[in-house]
């Protein structure tokens, strides 16, 4: 049987930044330039774009202030 060993390609990145409302968020880009945004809080994907940079996920506007009004209650 054939081993595989991991590859690291120097062209892959990883970005954890901060999004509009505070909250840490990773984004994960391939060398082909295909990418995807996840939110650390629930682990949500938020964006998922193709190597052309089309948005693959869409979702409403409505939805993320939702679960904004729901975890500031939660928290507060």
Do not use: C
Request: aromatic share 8%; glycine share 10%; charged share 15%.
């Amino acid at each position: 049987m054939g081993q595989y060993a991991p590859i690291w390609d120097h062209k892959a990145s990883v970005e954890v930044t901060k999004n509009s409302s505070g909250m840490n968020q990773v984004t994960l880009r391939n060398p082909q330039g295909a990418s995807v945004l996840i939110s650390l809080h629930g682990g949500q994907v938020t964006s998922w774009r193709n190597d052309r940079g089309e948005e693959l996920l869409f979702t409403s506007k409505k939805v993320y202030v939702s679960m904004l009004v729901l975890v500031n209650s939660y928290i507060g």
